[in-house]
């Protein structure tokens, strides 16, 4: 039972470019979300999805497109990165949004210059 | 608009004294809050959890009080413990969306 991974680690990207974060849990859990972690902003939530073919948006949605094609996995892309994005990104699931407890992953370190 | 707000960003506490962590809402829709811990370079992990229908949950050294028409929460730590060492975030969740929302923290240092 690996939990939550997260690929990649650490990634730069350059003005502009495009690339997808990845995330899957092997927990068969429902809900899943992606945050951002910057310095003095505490985790914001960027989107989440209640299962398989539903995503919605967070807190700051802007630049950034998930899709929810299987239970395991929520991807989520940065169509043409910005400086602004240079953050700690965090998937997250659980079984449901109600009254659980979410699981973590180790996080991705993005660089944007 | 902040919908959680942890207003301290850091507080020092003696090794052994109790640590005591707030956390303020404003969405009186929130019926479930939780807190989480977090180290450097590792993800947040799941602490403790409370929801509206008590106004204390405890497990070993962590307590969680919640005053609802305050819309404030805490955390206890006691005794606290050099391990303590971490960031905090406060989280809530409830109402007609599946949200659920962070604080921006406070880092605990536990002083020897």
């Known amino acids: 039972n690996a939990g939550v991974t997260q690929t990649p680690k650490f990634q730069v990207l350059k003005t502009g470019q495009s690339m997808t974060l990845q995330c899957a849990q092997d927990m068969n859990h429902e809900y899943m979300s992606w945050y951002r972690q910057d310095p003095g902003m505490g985790l914001r939530l960027i989107h989440y999805s209640v299962g398989a073919g539903i995503t ?11 899709s929810r094609s299987t239970t395991e996995d929520f991807p989520l892309r940065l169509l043409s990165a910005a ?16 009254q659980e407890t979410q699981y973590f992953g180790p996080g991705t370190r993005l660089l944007v210059l | 608009d902040q919908q959680v707000k942890q207003n301290s960003p850091s507080l020092s506490v003696q090794e052994g004294r109790i640590s005591i962590l707030n956390c303020d ?39 969680v009080f919640l005053n609802k028409s305050a819309k404030h929460l805490s955390l206890h730590i006691v005794p606290s413990q050099p391990g303590d060492s971490a960031v905090y975030f406060c989280a809530a969740s409830g109402g007609r969306d599946d949200k659920i929302i962070f604080g921006k923290g406070t880092r605990l240092h536990i002083l020897p």
């Open chain 1, 56 to 66: 919605d948006q967070g807190e700051v949605p802007n630049g950034y497109n998930v």
């Open chain 1, 83 to 98: 400086p602004s994005q240079t953050s700690v990104y965090f998937c997250a699931s659980s079984y449901s949004v109600r």
């Open chain 2, 25 to 63: 809402y404003t969405n009186s829709m929130f019926d479930y809050f939780l807190w989480y811990k977090k180290y450097p370079a590792e993800g947040p992990t799941f602490l403790i959890s409370i929801s509206s229908i008590k106004d204390k949950n405890e497990d070993g050294r962590f307590t």
